[in-house]
């Protein structure tokens, strides 16, 4: 019995080891990934429920690591944080979908995802306004999307950054809203130009009563800022009937459109004529 225990900590150990190790190896990986061009971005629209209209897309990042193929940013993105590779890994998002989107027409805007330890690094505006200029991508066509742990490491830090990023015309997205700690303060404290509702309350909204209640309150808190709201993760016919008859301004999801390397400018289909 007592060499048992010995054992399982044995196997503890070795499967401990082998965890440090693959994520030392995957934070090296992720030092040369870019150089080593295994890096790309998707693009997955956001439309306006009324029109259908496509007013946007977001970047979202792809790692196609020698060897082990795809790896999913959620797996991924936190070793980046954890290893300070996301700060110029970062950069590259951004400059590379401000190029892209360059190339789209004028109204049509890109959202790029910005980590919490990003936002916190000291020359972030400066980053930015130094991409934009690089780019030729006007500031108003440039949004990014930031969930709430940006927000409380360093409220104060956090602060500084965005308005340093509003005052270049960049507008700024609560990303994942509902699912963090103190979403309404933070909705509050900080100059957000658009609240995201997290895809997991959209999943749900027409099946689960109080799912549809907090989509619906999240909607007239939007009404009652003043900030346009936009569903993350719609996916069903249903979920869009619903978000459109509470006149939920934008959605984004598999049902609206994958995320994909080509990016479909192509104009409304034409109405259907009947003869
Ligand atoms: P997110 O910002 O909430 O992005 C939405 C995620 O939902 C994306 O996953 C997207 O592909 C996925 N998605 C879109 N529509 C649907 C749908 O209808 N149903 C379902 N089930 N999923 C949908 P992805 O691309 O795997 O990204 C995961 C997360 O990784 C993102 O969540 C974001 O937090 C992070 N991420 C992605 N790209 C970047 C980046 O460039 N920088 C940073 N810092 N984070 C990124
Ligand atoms: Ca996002
Ligand atoms: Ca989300
Ligand atoms: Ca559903």
Redesign the pocket.
Known sequence: AKGDGRDTWRRFDASMGRAIRSRRIMEHDLRHAISRDEMSLVY?PQKRLDTGETIGFE???RWNRAESGNI???TF?PVAEDSGA?VPI?RW?MEEACREAATWPDHISVAV???PVQLHYASFAHDVRTILARTGLPANRLEI?ITETALVRDMNRALIALRQIKALGVRVAM??FGTGYSSLSNLRAFPFDKIKID?SFIRSVDTNPQAATIVKAVLGIGRGLGLPVLA????TSEELKFLADEFCQIG???LLGR?SHRVDLAPLPAAHHHA
């Open positions: 997955q970047a979202l990042l999913s940013p959620a993105i996301i970062g998002v995802n910005v980590s999307e990303d994942d895809g993350e993760g719609v996916e984004q999801g598999y995320p």
